[in-house]
């Protein structure tokens, strides 16, 4: 059974930073391609940042570019997702998501119209003075 639990969520300040934790278990994270997906209150879920498991090539959404950035730990089987110079409009509940699919293009990912193996239960982050 896969399984993806987010964990890291909580409450920063404005201009903050926080480092949310994407744990695998039942599969191996190197193998598939990730991607981060947030939700904010009365809005739909939109991808912020997929990283291709082929090429490494990494779509981030142009709201989050330069601050959000991505990394894995194979050893632990967990992927991260750091969140720097954090905004009130950042809030939101934070999903991490997983596909095997080899040719799986990153913007197709994050678009939230495909169809993924794997979501995480999702973590709050809070960005509040």
């Known amino acids: 059974q896969l399984q993806l639990v987010e964990s890291g969520g909580g409450l920063v300040q404005p201009g903050g930073s926080l480092r949310l934790s994407c744990a695998a278990s039942?599969?191996?994270?190197?193998?598939?391609?990730i991607g981060w997906f947030r939700q904010a209150p009365g809005k739909k879920r939109e991808g912020v940042l997929c990283?291709?498991?082929?090429?490494?090539?990494?779509y981030y959404a142009d709201s989050v570019k330069g601050r959000f950035t991505i990394s894995r730990d194979n050893a632990k089987n967990t992927v991260y997702l750091q969140m720097n110079s954090l905004k009130p409009e950042d809030t939101a509940v934070y999903y991490c998501?997983?596909?095997?699919?080899?040719?799986?293009?990153?913007?197709?990912?994050?678009?939230?119209?495909?169809?993924?193996?794997?979501w995480g239960q999702g973590t709050l982050v809070t960005v509040s003075s």
């Open positions: 990283i291709s498991r082929s090429d490494g090539n990494t």
């Open positions: 998501a997983a596909d095997s699919r080899y040719v799986l293009p990153v913007q197709a990912m994050c678009s939230g119209f495909e169809s993924l193996d794997a």
């Open positions: 039942g599969f191996t994270l190197d193998y598939y391609s």
